[in-house]
T-cell receptor, first 110, second 114 residues
Framework: GDSVTQMEGPVTLSEEAFLTINCTYT??????LFWYVQYPGEGLQLLLK?????DKGSNKGFEATYRKETTSFHLEKGSVQVSDSAVYFC?????????FGTGTSLTVIP | EAQVTQNPRYLITVTGKKLTVTCSQN?????MSWYRQDPGLGLRQIYY???????DKGDVPEGYKVSRKEKRNFPLILESPSPNQTSLYFC?????????????FGPGTRLTVT
């Protein structure tokens, strides 16, 4: 079945460090791919998405490229800030159902 | 303000006592969905609804019921809750269920079943 595997956390980085959170997927058909972010005590918010191969999603300095050949959608940011501390979820949808990864907790220290 | 609301936010109950968690959205969205979030398992989809009177099972529907009588509301019903349903529950909605649309999430309901 469809599934998402993402990098285990927690991840701790210093401010201005480079961030990569790995995400790979298994899906039949042609999924849409998403990164959602969850701040403490809140629901999830969409961070970025890509709906077809080679698309790049970007938002707030975060980027991810839909790589069909490696079935990956890795999240990157060139310089993290303390305010980026949150849990990040990779997700896919092939239609009406959604599949989420287990989440990666990121803590950025000043 | 566009939002998804859930009630209650926190609930402690006992095994077997029926309960309902309400979900409402004010964005005229067609698609609504329920998820549970558990440590180490991420979010798993329980049920979803494409529109009024159209619902379908997600990955983990056992022990749950839903109904969609109005477009804005999508309650989650636990007819006989058990301790393994202790979890954090999220309702979400989107303008379409075509899979490429953003989902808007509610603030969550933390349920404890003793």
């Amino acid at each position: 079945g469809d599934s998402v595997t993402q990098m285990e956390g927690p991840v701790t980085l210093s401010e201005e460090a480079f961030l990569t959170i790995n995400c790979t997927y298994t899906a039949t058909g042609y999924p849409s791919l998403f990164w959602y972010v969850q701040y403490p005590g809140e629901g999830l918010q969409l961070l970025l998405k890509a709906t077809k191969a080679d698309d790049k999603g970007s938002n707030k300095g975060f980027e991810a490229t839909y790589r069909k050949e490696t079935t990956s959608f890795h999240l990157e940011k060139g310089s993290v800030q303390v305010s980026d501390s949150a849990v990040y979820f990779c997700a896919l949808s092939t239609g009406n159902q959604f599949y989420f990864g287990t989440g990666t907790s990121l803590t950025v220290i000043p | 303000e566009a939002q998804v609301t859930q009630n209650p936010r926190y609930l402690i109950t006992v095994t077997g006592k029926k309960l309902t968690v309400t979900c409402s959205q004010n964005m005229n969205h067609e698609y609504m969905s329920w998820y549970r979030q558990d440590p180490g398992l991420g979010l798993r989809q329980i049920y979803y609804s494409m529109n009024v009177e159209v619902t379908d099972k997600g990955d983990v529907p056992e022990g749950y019921k839903v109904s969609r009588k109005e477009k804005r509301n999508f309650p989650l019903i636990l007819e006989s809750p058990s301790p393994n349903q202790t979890s954090l529950y999220f309702c979400a909605s989107s303008s379409s269920g075509a899979g490429s649309y953003e989902q808007y999430f509610g603030p969550g309901t933390r349920l404890t079943v003793t």
